[in-house]
């Protein structure tokens, strides 16, 4: 199979048997498929109402089947989540971390796991920016609201062809695939007309498998499946190489979120929606005491949460700014990765706080808040959020210098 311009719209095959081979679509994205508008650039911060509405509505269930419902997928995509960082010559927004930061949250408040794929939907747009020209007019030609999902750790190998790759691979956590438009995933590739080395290949829907692996007890909706790819050939402008992510400058885009080291938005992208998780787990456990007796210690440890995810709210946020305001020196990229991972610590810690609070109340099966409790527990053991590495291998080595 090969890919290429004629973007391939139909629904991603699941299990292990290999992907039909759909028809293809006019050129330039599956968002034209969808009829989206080509609008000019708003610099709007996505308008999260609408989603944080549905994902509340839809939240429980989701968890029960695993899955957003199309409705939620919907919204992601109609609220602006997608087109947040595509540039405005496609009619993206060309929007600010902060902005995005702060729509994340009160959709996190409603479910975790909605807020998970919308940023994730936000920031894989971000990383495709580092496409060619040709890869930017194939996804948001027809507009901007082309929905991906990203394999960030390499797995899979591609091997040189006339005019791009062959491609194979399989891609384990990939949030948000089964409602994706395009996967981008990473893969070791060997010297041909390019560098050998680690390249990102932007792949359509119909042209991978998701086997249906994601069984976790937290982020249940979050779909977080494997995608399959067997040999399908990858076409030179839908690739990029992997270093040009980490150094922030971008050799094909000058949209100036486009331009920022991969350091300093990998844990942003995963925490601000644990922040609002832990703020909606803070909500559940405060209705289920209201108006009961309590003890004491239970009054001072909600007390204690709230605390600390107003200070792990503020760190996020303060990193979303510093972003946008290009403070890109090592010591300031370190910072970023440490309030992450030092928010995450913060919100989990928050959160098992909440639900000793509850009492067993809480942990009944129908209770959002032992919801929020997985999802918090499930979501802070990403590895971008990780406090050693980010705390003893990269913050303290700007902090204190080289071991003697």
């Known amino acids: 199979m090969s890919v290429g311009r004629g973007v391939l719209d139909a629904p991603a095959a699941t299990?292990?048997?290999?992907?039909p081979e759909p028809a293809a679509v006019p050129a330039a994205g599956a968002a034209?498929?969808?009829g989206?508008?080509?609008?000019?650039?708003?610099g709007q911060a996505p308008a999260a109402g609408r989603l944080r509405a549905l994902a509340a509505l839809h939240a429980a269930e989701a968890d029960t089947r695993r899955g957003l419902a199309r409705e939620v997928t919907d919204a992601i995509r109609e609220d602006g989540f997608a087109r947040h960082f595509v540039a405005a010559r496609f009619g993206g927004a060309e929007g600010t971390f902060e902005d995005l930061t702060r729509a994340v949250l009160p959709v996190g408040e409603s479910c975790a796991a909605t807020a998970w794929c919308a940023s994730l939907a936000a920031y894989a747009a971000r990383l495709a920016s580092h496409l060619p020209e040709e890869g930017h007019q194939e996804l948001w030609g027809a507009g901007p609201d082309t929905l991906l999902a990203t394999g960030l750790m390499p797995a899979g190998r591609a091997r040189p062809a006339d005019g791009g790759w062959r491609v194979t691979g399989c891609w384990a956590y990939v949030s948000g695939i089964a409602f994706a438009d395009w996967a981008v995933v990473c893969a070791a590739a060997a010297g041909g007309d390019e560098p050998a080395g680690l390249r990102f290949f932007a792949v359509p829907r119909g042209?991978?498998?998701v086997r249906e692996t994601w069984d976790s007890v937290g982020m249940r909706a979050t779909g977080s499946h494997t995608v399959v790819v067997d040999d399908v050939f990858v076409p030179r402008h839908l690739s990029f190489e992997r270093a040009a992510t980490l150094t922030g400058r971008n050799p094909t885009s000058r949209v100036a979120s486009h331009n920022v080291p991969f350091r300093g938005v990998g844990g942003l992208t995963f925490v601000a929606p644990v922040v609002g998780a832990a703020a909606?787990?803070?909500?559940?456990?405060?209705?289920t005491l209201t108006g009961r007796r309590r003890s004491p210690t239970a009054e001072l440890d909600v007390v204690r949460?709230?605390?600390?995810?107003?200070?792990?709210?503020?760190?996020?946020?303060?990193s979303a700014r510093a972003l946008d305001r290009r403070l890109f020196a090592p010591r300031e990229l370190a910072r970023n990765e440490r309030n992450a991972a030092f928010a995450a610590e913060t919100l989990r810690e928050a959160v098992t706080l909440l639900v000793g609070a509850a009492g067993t109340s809480g942990l009944g099966e129908g209770h959002s808040l032992q919801r929020f409790w997985r999802d918090v527990t499930s979501a802070t053991s990403h590895v971008a959020l990780q406090y050693d590495t980010a705390a003893r291998e990269n913050y303290a080595a700007v902090l204190l210098g080289p071991k003697n």
Do not use: F
């Open 15 to 19: 299990g292990t048997e290999p992907a």
């Open 36 to 42: 989206a508008a080509s609008l000019p650039g708003t």
């Open 305 to 318: 949460a709230s605390g600390r995810i107003d200070a792990a709210r503020h760190l996020v946020e303060e």
């Open 32 to 34: 034209a498929a969808r």
């Open 280 to 287: 909606g787990a803070l909500a559940a456990c405060a209705a």
């Open 207 to 209: 042209a991978y498998t």
